[in-house]
């Protein structure tokens, strides 16, 4: 279960471990961009604007259209899902072993560690 | 620093017992075995549970899951008996998802009240600091989007 998800987790998280990119997910947030104006701000070349935007993709948070010569880029949030079912997973995952220690503290008594208590 | 940490995950729970039973459950090699790991909660079985409980000291939670070994390994980041407990959480291999687990227990009648925050940051070592603000903003960001509807 986290083994099937940890690749795919591992894109996202790589994808967003970067502030250019992360930058660039935050001007798509607001409405699709052409490569170029992904790029604008960075003032770097297309072709390494587009190398970060490949790991986007790839990542799956965002999707490219190709109008004529112009590549347009829009965010795609929806592998965000994955980030989610991680956090459910851990939920479980702690909950379920709540539980199990609760129980275990139940049916053991608390050590006799009162003032007045004898020994053993 | 933001307020709101990256990805979390809260879990609240009441215990009967006191908050020193439950403070040393989470410490204790013997206890460890019994309720966090082993049979009695999954179908695993526990082949090591080794900790040095103290500030900076380390802990591996080994387990074998059908053919699998799964090493649960972490550093202890605050211990303060027995209202709160912090520590480093990750599967060893799996060094993408490193985490951070917070305990706080307050007493409720004769028994307490337990709360755990699982953090994961991915990157929580190498952009601690310098670059969290942002990071914490972009996912915020990111959720919100995820959230409002007509995303797809």
New interface residues.
Partial sequence: M?EHQ?AR??GI??A??D?TR?EM??TL?QHERSVGELAAPFRMSLAAASKHIKVLERAG?VRRNVQGRTHMCR?A??P??A??E??RF??RF?????D???A???TEP?PPVRKKGSPR | MSAQPPVRVRVVRQFSASPERVFDAWLDPHWIGRWMFGPGVRDEEVLRIVNDARVGGTFSFLVRRKTQEIDHVGTYLAIDRPHHLVFTWAIEKETAELSRVTIDIVPRGTGCELTLTHEVDPKWAEYAGRTEAGWTTMLGALARAFDAPGTA
């Avoid at chain 1, 702690?94 to 709540?98: F, K, M, N, Q």
């Fill in positions: 986290v940890t987790l591992d998280f790589h967003l471990s502030a992360r997910l935050h947030s948070l965010l949030p929806e965000l899902s980030v989610q991680w956090l851990y939920e702690w909950t379920d072993r709540l199990a220690l609760d275990l503290l139940q608390p």
